[in-house]
């Protein structure tokens, strides 16, 4: 994945995590920026601001929603979570082949890990 699109990424599982945190003018225009793709100067007509306006303004919003996850890491225990489900997953259908038993206590094992941590 290319640096642009894992920022893009990035942004918007923060925004989802923690956007309502954010004012409703913020929202809007981090929602425009990130997810509406407009240009800044599109952005800072609507809104009445300028352009260096608008960048300051995603940008104090995007270190705003940084922090929320430095201190929650919501967002970092979810990606862990979905990706030992993906192993569950990946698990399952490997007993469905073999059968064997042992595939089913690493699936016990993991989902306990993540049973633990809810």
């Known amino acids: 994945m290319d640096q642009d699109m894992e920022q893009k990424l990035e942004q918007a599982y923060l925004y989802d995590f923690y956007g309502e945190l954010l004012k409703e003018r913020q929202r809007r225009i981090y929602e425009d920026v990130i997810f509406h793709d407009l240009s800044l100067g599109e952005i800072a007509k609507e809104e009445g601001i300028s352009r260096q306006g608008v960048h ?50 690493q699936i016990e094992r993991i989902s306990n890990e993540i049973l633990e941590e809810l």
Do not use: M, W
């Not at 705003?64 to 990706?83: D, M, N, S, V």
């Open 56 to 105: 300051d303004l995603v940008r104090r919003c995007t270190k705003a929603l940084e922090g929320y996850e430095k201190r929650l890491h919501l967002i970092e225990k979810f990606l862990h979570t979905k990706e030992r489900v993906a192993n569950i997953h990946a698990l399952t259908k490997a007993f469905r082949d073999s059968h064997d038993e042992a595939v089913l206590d």
